[in-house]
C-alpha cells in the first residue's frame, strides 16, 4: 500500500511508487537548497546552499553531512561531466566551472562574445561532452544569491559549451530559463521558463525541444505549472519527467500526462536520482534535503 507521501493521478505513477515507503528528511538548515548532484564511486551527494553560499555534502554510507565547499562563489545548479568531475554553475562567479579531481577549479566559461554571463543556473553534460547551461538573471537581481549588477548580454538565453569551448546560444526566446535535461536517448532537451517570478505576463511552463547535433528546434510547450514554478528536474530510464514544483515533486509521462506527485512540506527546487541502484530521489526543499525511494532508476 502507498502511503499519504505518494498521490496517484494516473495507474502508471503507481508502478513508479514503492508501497509502505515514506519520504525521508536528511538534514535541514538551508536557506535555498539546489543543484544536487549523485557520485556513485563515494556514495555521496553534493548540494548548494545558495544564500548561505556553501555546498554541501551528504553521505550515504553514515548518514552524515557536511560543508563540502565555503565560500562557493553563490554556486546553484551541479552535474558530473563524461569523467566524473563536477561541473557547477555559479551565481556569484557568473561562470560555469569544473573541479578536477585534484580539487583544482577550472573555469569552462565566463563569457558570451566578451559580456559576462547574467547567473549560470543549471547545466547538463550531453555523452559527447558538450555542456549545455541556462543563465536566467536570478544572481544578479539582489545581492541574496549573488552579487546585484545589470546584465552585460542584455537577456536570459540558455547556451551550449563545445568540448573545445566554443560557446554558443541555443535558444533565445525564454523569460528565465531554468531547470534544463536531457531525455534519456537525447533527442529531445527539457528546459523550464520561470518568468514568471518576474511578473504576472511572464511564462510557468516547460519547453520540449528536439535535439538536431549542436542545435535546437521545435520548443513547444510541454507542461503548465500548477502549483509554484517548475525548477530543477531529471528523467528516469522510462522517459518520465519527475520535477519541483510548489508542492513537492511532480512526476509527467513523456506524453505530457501529470502522473503523480511526492508530497514534500517545502517548496522543491531541484532533485537527482542516486543511491547505489539510482532508484533513490534526492530531493532540495527549501531549507532542507529530502529522499524518496522508487520502483524506477535515473536515466
Same mark, same amino acid.
Given at each position: 500500500?502507498?502511503?499519504?507521501?505518494?498521490?496517484?493521478?494516473?495507474?502508471?505513477?503507481?508502478?513508479?511508487?514503492?508501497?509502505?515507503?515514506?519520504?525521508?528528511?536528511?538534514?535541514?538548515?538551508?536557506?535555498?537548497?539546489?543543484?544536487?548532484?549523485?557520485?556513485?564511486?563515494?556514495?555521496?551527494?553534493?548540494?548548494?546552499?545558495?544564500?548561505?553560499?556553501?555546498?554541501?555534502?551528504?553521505?550515504?554510507?553514515?548518514?552524515?553531512?557536511?560543508?563540502?565547499?565555503?565560500?562557493?562563489?553563490?554556486?546553484?545548479?551541479?552535474?558530473?561531466?563524461?569523467?566524473?568531475?563536477?561541473?557547477?554553475?555559479?551565481?556569484?562567479?557568473?561562470?560555469?566551472?569544473?573541479?578536477?579531481?585534484?580539487?583544482?577549479?577550472?573555469?569552462?566559461?565566463?563569457?558570451?562574445?566578451?559580456?559576462?554571463?547574467?547567473?549560470?543556473?543549471?547545466?547538463?553534460?550531453?555523452?559527447?561532452?558538450?555542456?549545455?547551461?541556462?543563465?536566467?538573471?536570478?544572481?544578479?537581481?539582489?545581492?541574496?544569491?549573488?552579487?546585484?549588477?545589470?546584465?552585460?548580454?542584455?537577456?536570459?538565453?540558455?547556451?551550449?559549451?563545445?568540448?573545445?569551448?566554443?560557446?554558443?546560444?541555443?535558444?533565445?526566446?525564454?523569460?528565465?530559463?531554468?531547470?534544463?535535461?536531457?531525455?534519456?536517448?537525447?533527442?529531445?532537451?527539457?528546459?523550464?521558463?520561470?518568468?514568471?517570478?518576474?511578473?504576472?505576463?511572464?511564462?510557468?511552463?516547460?519547453?520540449?525541444?528536439?535535439?538536431?547535433?549542436?542545435?535546437?528546434?521545435?520548443?513547444? /510547450?510541454? &507542461?503548465?505549472?500548477?502549483? !509554484?514554478?517548475?525548477?530543477?528536474? =531529471? +528523467?528516469? @530510464?522510462? %522517459?518520465?519527467?519527475?520535477?519541483?514544483?510548489?508542492?513537492?515533486?511532480?512526476?509527467?509521462?513523456?506524453?505530457?500526462?501529470?502522473?503523480?506527485?511526492?508530497?514534500?512540506?517545502? /517548496?522543491? &527546487?531541484?532533485?537527482?536520482? !542516486?543511491?547505489?541502484?539510482?532508484? =533513490? +530521489?534526492? @530531493?532540495? %526543499?527549501?531549507?532542507?534535503?529530502?529522499?524518496?525511494?522508487?520502483?524506477?532508476?535515473?536515466?
Amino acid at each position: 500500500m502507498l502511503t499519504s507521501d505518494f498521490v496517484v493521478l494516473d495507474p502508471r505513477f503507481a508502478r513508479l511508487a514503492m508501497g509502505n515507503v515514506h519520504v525521508e528528511k536528511l538534514y535541514t538548515g538551508c536557506r535555498w537548497a539546489e543543484g544536487p548532484a549523485w557520485f556513485g564511486g563515494g556514495r555521496y551527494l553534493l548540494w548548494s546552499d545558495i544564500p548561505n553560499d556553501r555546498m554541501m555534502r551528504f553521505d550515504e554510507t553514515d548518514g552524515s553531512v557536511s560543508v563540502f565547499r565555503q565560500p562557493a562563489m553563490n554556486s546553484n545548479g551541479n552535474t558530473l561531466d563524461r569523467e566524473g568531475r563536477l561541473v557547477t554553475c555559479e551565481h556569484r562567479g557568473r561562470r560555469v566551472t569544473r573541479t578536477e579531481h585534484d580539487g583544482r577549479i577550472t573555469v569552462l566559461a565566463d563569457r558570451f562574445e566578451g559580456k559576462r554571463f547574467n547567473s549560470p543556473n543549471d547545466a547538463v553534460v550531453k555523452s559527447d561532452g558538450s555542456i549545455w547551461f541556462t543563465d536566467p538573471s536570478y544572481g544578479i537581481d539582489s545581492d541574496y544569491e549573488g552579487d546585484a549588477a545589470p546584465s552585460e548580454i542584455g537577456a536570459c538565453h540558455v547556451y551550449r559549451i563545445d568540448p573545445s569551448g566554443r560557446v554558443t546560444i541555443v535558444a533565445d526566446d525564454f523569460a528565465k530559463p531554468n531547470g534544463i535535461a536531457f531525455s534519456p536517448d537525447e533527442s529531445q532537451l527539457y528546459i523550464v521558463d520561470t518568468g514568471r517570478s518576474h511578473g504576472a505576463e511572464f511564462p510557468k511552463h516547460m519547453r520540449r525541444f528536439d535535439v538536431n547535433g549542436e542545435t535546437l528546434s521545435g520548443g513547444a /510547450v510541454f &507542461a503548465e505549472s500548477e502549483v !509554484g514554478m517548475f525548477d530543477g528536474m =531529471r +528523467l528516469d @530510464i522510462h %522517459g518520465n519527467i519527475w520535477t519541483s514544483s510548489g508542492d513537492g515533486i511532480r512526476c509527467y509521462g513523456a506524453d505530457g500526462v501529470l502522473l503523480g506527485i511526492v508530497r514534500i512540506p517545502e /517548496v522543491v &527546487a531541484n532533485c537527482a536520482f !542516486g543511491g547505489l541502484k539510482r532508484n =533513490r +530521489l534526492f @530531493i532540495c %526543499g527549501t531549507t532542507s534535503l529530502y529522499s524518496v525511494y522508487l520502483n524506477t532508476r535515473g536515466a
